[in-house]
């Protein structure tokens, strides 16, 4: 069992930047693949925002390309999310999930059915 905290969200104005953290609860080896999820107010699905897949390749939702990076580090078992040039449409509680199996770490980003989740960081964006 593995247990997710995210941490980092808040406030800040469009334009800026944020860094979230998922600390998870034990050692997260090279075999868990990772991965940022966000739900907007309003909405009733989760949009998935990064994944840093097995062997370390990472992809992205359109709708953050070049503003988000994701990244991982197994010593301090944390994964990250840097978000910059932030836009008010990112506004959203923002979720950090972990998963062993080979159907989720090689599925697109599109795939929600991750086994681990974190309970959520808010990142909220004013224009």
Not at 3 to 25: D, F, H, I, T, Y
Not at 87 to 107: G, N, Q, V
């Amino acid at each position: 069992q593995v247990q997710l905290e995210e941490s980092g969200g808040g406030s800040v104005q469009a334009g800026g930047s944020l860094r979230l953290s998922c600390a998870a609860s034990r050692y997260i080896h090279s075999s868990y693949c990772m991965a940022w999820f966000r739900q907007a107010p309003g909405k009733e699905y989760d949009e998935g925002v990064a994944v840093h897949y097995l062997g370390g390749s990472t992809h992205y939702a359109d709708s953050v390309k070049g503003r988000f990076a994701i990244s991982r580090d197994n010593a301090t078992n944390t994964l990250y999310l840097q978000m910059n040039s932030l836009k008010p449409e990112d506004t959203a509680m923002y979720y950090c999930a972990a998963d062993t199996s080979l159907r989720t770490c090689t599925a697109p980003i599109s795939f929600k059915k991750w086994t681990y989740w974190g309970q959520g960081t808010q990142v909220t964006v004013s224009s």
